[in-house]
């Protein structure tokens, strides 16, 4: 740098000058710094804001009285709740407008998916002059969480679609309508959603999102390399030592380096698909029945039944027989490696990847795979039969909107969960259905008749067993709370000692309850 | 340079062809290593969709398909419009406020002036994520989500600047000042007559990082926008990728879209910055 030599105020500037020296190395650490920040996406914001704003920003949002309950008597939202306590749902108020209102609508679908969605949001658009529908894709659903959790009442959309991880957080903020309210005021029949499918986002009776898009994982396998095992595609493994043995068979044969591709993303290998296999060997993820009877205290990874099935996949990946892929920020690794270099024989992925799927394969992007060499399975579990914890996401109308807008948000909820657009919803992502009377509707009827890789989901969760255990865990920090699991998943497929590192996890976790328990005055 | 000092050692080194050979070669590696992923992007932009993953590295059918319709289907139109509005504004801005500060730091004198310069200068070590969550939280309250305003007000001025110009400010001799005063030029003439034309390369530099780092954001403008209108040609790239998994030439194609408007300003800038430089060199 410059010395100021001739300035005149030289002498006095001089100890300013070795600071700013200090400032400008200062400044370029700060830049890289800032730089990798920026590459990196949202993360860093992520748990901060998340964990802090329910109890910052809850009380400047929506109702404010129902905002005060949920901080001191509604704390416990496991149990029951009058509905005439809650956000009221005007769904009449429809009727009495002059002008069409407009609902904003935040969703986090991508892809295939948001390319869906938005051609549902035409239809409802162009077949009603009433409710004009604007949707945004915020990039995701933890980008959904974020953006709303951030938002100030005014910023918010006037419905939004939240994950099932996202029940919890979603009822402490106050700023919602239930669906309770406004099934209770329209008179909508539920009666033909799958009943899993509303007990995911119910508590005690109260209904709080409308299930839209249900989805849970399943096995995506290459059938030639099945064949060229000498393996029958069309028995794939039921539960995890059915899958061991076929994929002993896979590797000893030949047919593919590696036969399963495993990821620790906090939506998929990590995180989301523990959750299923904790149910499938009827464990609880978190105490009080997964949250459900009363607020959890502590997750439940470090019990025996959990780190075996742990140490089953681990086993795996020391044996050979599996393959670690890393924590799949992109949510496609897994996949990809199944056509790479090193081609693994089968993967495990959400069944709302599955338009996805066909579409890049039917593309023509691989050379020598077809949309017909993949075929679907069950997830297999270390029970014996496969189940499902439905996943997905619901929709929230936002409280706190004129009348006519939250009628309108019903209304538009009430056309996206109507059997005629489920039913072509489920067809074009590979999502279930919410109600079974769209499952006998084309599209999907004949989908699920010609081609059955897309009902083997379905099956899945229709076949699962009315259990407490068997819908999803209910933490308030349940992003917090995956992405602490995926960490230890990430560092057990890495190499790491399974009993304690999900032990160090579990402690993490209940601290991380603890927290969120302590803000919001639990 | 340094090389001919070295040379007069005596030591013995090896002939003069040979090292300019093995510095050409050198050379020629690293900028392989530089311009190879550049070239794969762009041959990989221009194939056509169902032959990207295929391996020739020279390829055997040119398209501009893939640009189309990024530039089509991923709205890079109005999200290089919205990067644009948003860069110029931080830069045209950043330059007036750290011209201002930097001359009132430089040539007034007024009471704490070394007291709020060091506390100028502090601000630069408070790292951006230390300030996110509030600013976000202020722009939502100003009711500036999803608008220009909300995109660029937290980067409006810079104490990098006023550090950089206020070192050359420093560095115009006082008789400078004091002809020009002589001459009847108040502080803002000053500015404008003397002080900014010997800034002219600094202002350049300024320019230029002010201009690529507000075009390069990501994070900030994922938090201020909901709206994909508002959207920035970063997250615009982000949201092309998860859509277009199927078409990757699409992502390669909008990535040399997004880049090209950096290329642009970088050479327009470079011109001026080497101009400054040499003009400066002999300034004596």
């Given at each position: 740098m410059i010395a100021a030599r001739r300035s005149p105020t030289a002498r006095r500037t001089r100890p300013i000058i070795v600071t700013s020296v200090v400032a400008a190395a200062g400044l370029l650490a700060g830049c890289s710094g800032s730089g990798s920040l920026l590459d990196a996406g949202n993360d860093p914001t992520t748990s901060t804001v998340a964990t802090t704003t329910s109890d910052d920003q809850g009380p400047g949002s929506g109702g404010d009285s129902s905002t005060t309950d949920s901080s001191t008597t509604r704390a416990p939202t496991t149990s029951a709740v009058a509905v005439s306590d809650l956000a009221p749902c005007p769904t009449a108020a429809l009727d009495a407008i002059t002008d069409p209102v407009e609902v904003r609508f935040w969703h986090g679908m991508n892809g295939v998916n948001e390319t869906a969605i938005d051609a549902l949001v035409d239809e409802y658009n162009a077949g009603q002059d009433r409710v004009r529908v604007v949707a945004d894709n915020q990039g995701g659903y933890e980008a959904v969480i974020d953006k709303f959790l951030q938002s100030s009442d005014g910023s918010r959309p006037d419905l939004v679609q939240i994950p099932e991880y996202g029940t919890q957080v979603m009822i402490d903020t106050?700023?919602?309508?239930?669906?309770?309210?406004?099934?209770?005021?329209?008179?909508?029949?539920?009666?033909?959603?799958?009943?899993?499918?509303?007990?995911?986002?119910?508590?005690?009776?109260?209904?709080?999102?409308?299930?839209?898009?249900?989805?849970?994982?399943?096995?995506?396998?290459?059938?030639?390399?099945?064949?060229?095992?000498?393996?029958?595609?069309?028995?794939?493994?039921?539960?995890?030592?059915?899958?061991?043995?076929?994929?002993?068979?896979?590797?000893?044969?030949?047919?593919?380096?590696?036969?399963?591709?495993?990821?620790s993303g906090s939506d998929s290998g990590g995180g989301w698909f523990v959750e299923q296999w904790i149910a499938n060997a009827g464990l609880a993820y978190a105490d009080h029945d997964n949250g459900r009877t009363a607020p959890a205290e502590h997750v439940l990874w470090d019990e025996p039944g959990v780190v075996e099935l742990v140490s089953f996949l681990a086993g795996m990946i020391d044996d050979g027989l599996a393959v670690y892929v890393g924590d799949n920020s992109s949510g496609q690794e897994q996949f990809l490696r199944m056509v790479s270099d090193q081609p693994a024989a089968m993967t495990i992925g959400t069944s709302a990847a599955l338009g996805q799927v066909i579409d890049v394969l039917g593309g023509g992007t691989i050379p020598g795979l077809t949309v017909d060499d993949i075929g679907i399975g069950p997830l297999p579990g270390p029970g014996p039969t496969p189940t499902a914890v439905p996943g997905g996401a619901a929709l929230y109308a936002v409280a706190g909107r004129d009348d006519a807008v939250v009628a309108g948000a019903w209304d538009f909820m009430r056309f996206l969960t109507s059997p005629q657009a489920q039913s072509t919803w489920a067809q074009t992502t590979g999502y279930i259905p919410v109600r079974s009377d769209a499952a006998e509707l084309d599209p999907i009827a004949s989908a699920y008749r010609d081609d059955p890789r897309y009902r083997v989901a379905f099956d899945q969760l229709v076949a699962t067993a009315d259990a407490p255990l068997a819908v999803a865990p209910l933490l308030g920090p349940m992003v917090q709370v995956r992405a602490a699991l995926a960490t230890a998943m990430a560092e057990i497929y890495g190499g790491g000692d399974v009993t304690a590192t999900l032990a160090d996890a579990a402690a993490r976790a209940d601290a991380l309850i603890a927290d969120y328990a302590a803000r919001n005055g639990g | 340079m340094a090389s001919e000092r070295v040379e007069a050692t005596g030591i013995d080194r090896p002939p003069r062809g040979f090292r300019l050979v093995a510095r050409y070669a050198l050379l020629g590696a690293v900028t392989f290593v530089v311009l190879f992923p550049i070239y794969t992007m762009v041959i990989a932009s221009l194939k056509p969709g169902n032959r990207v993953l295929v391996?020739?590295?020279?390829?055997?059918?040119?398209?501009?398909?893939?640009?189309?319709?990024?530039?089509?289907?991923?709205?890079?139109?109005?999200?290089?419009?919205?990067?644009?509005?948003?860069?110029?504004?931080?830069?045209?801005?950043?330059?007036?406020?750290?011209?201002?500060?930097?001359?009132?730091?430089?040539?007034?004198?007024?009471?704490?002036?070394?007291?709020?310069?060091?506390?100028?200068?502090?601000?630069?070590?408070?790292?951006?994520?230390?300030?996110?969550?509030?600013?976000?939280?202020?722009?939502?309250?100003?009711?500036?989500?999803?608008?220009?305003?909300?995109?660029?007000?937290?980067?409006?001025?810079?104490?990098?600047?006023?550090?950089?110009?206020?070192?050359?400010?420093?560095?115009?001799?006082?008789?400078?000042?004091?002809?020009?005063?002589?001459?009847?030029?108040?502080?803002?003439?000053?500015?404008?007559?003397?002080?900014?034309?010997?800034?002219?390369?600094?202002?350049?530099?300024?320019?230029?990082?002010?201009?690529?780092?507000?075009?390069?954001?990501?994070?900030?403008?994922?938090?201020?926008?909901?709206?994909?209108?508002?959207?920035?040609?970063?997250?615009?790239?982000?949201?092309?990728?998860?859509?277009?998994?199927?078409?990757?030439?699409?992502?390669?194609?909008?990535?040399?879209?997004?880049?090209?408007?950096?290329?642009?300003?970088?050479?327009?800038?470079?011109?001026?910055?080497?101009?400054?430089?040499?003009?400066?060199?002999?300034?004596?």
């Open positions: 106050g700023a919602i309508v239930p669906a309770q309210a406004c099934i209770e005021s329209s008179g909508y029949d539920t009666s033909s959603f799958l009943d899993i499918a509303l007990r995911n986002y119910a508590t005690a009776g109260v209904q709080w999102g409308l299930p839209f898009n249900l989805s849970d994982p399943v096995l995506y396998v290459n059938t030639k390399i099945l064949e060229a095992a000498g393996l029958d595609p069309t028995t794939l493994p039921a539960n995890f030592d059915e899958l061991r043995a076929t994929c002993e068979q896979i590797v000893a044969s030949g047919a593919a380096p590696t036969c399963l591709s495993l990821d | 391996r020739p590295l020279v390829p055997d059918s040119f398209t501009l398909d893939a640009f189309r319709a990024a530039w089509t289907d991923g709205h890079l139109g109005r999200f290089l419009l919205n990067s644009a509005i948003v860069a110029v504004a931080v830069t045209l801005f950043q330059l007036v406020t750290s011209l201002l500060s930097a001359y009132a730091f430089a040539f007034l004198r007024f009471r704490g002036k070394r007291l709020v310069f060091a506390v100028f200068l502090a601000t630069l070590l408070v790292p951006v994520e230390v300030t996110l969550v509030v600013n976000r939280r202020t722009v939502d309250q100003l009711g500036w989500i999803n608008t220009y305003q909300g995109l660029a007000a937290p980067f409006l001025a810079t104490a990098f600047g006023t550090f950089l110009l206020r070192q050359v400010f420093l560095q115009l001799p006082k008789d400078l000042r004091d002809a020009a005063r002589m001459d009847g030029l108040g502080h803002l003439g000053f500015l404008r007559e003397v002080a900014v034309p010997l800034a002219r390369p600094t202002m350049a530099a300024l320019v230029l990082f002010s201009f690529l780092s507000s075009w390069n954001q990501y994070l900030w403008p994922n938090l201020v926008t909901t709206e994909t209108d508002m959207n920035t040609v970063q997250s615009g790239l982000r949201m092309l990728r998860v859509a277009a998994i199927n078409r990757p030439n699409l992502v390669w194609a909008g990535t040399i879209i997004a880049a090209l408007p950096i290329f642009v300003v970088l050479l327009v800038f470079q011109k001026h910055l080497i101009r400054g430089l040499t003009a400066g060199a002999v300034k004596g």
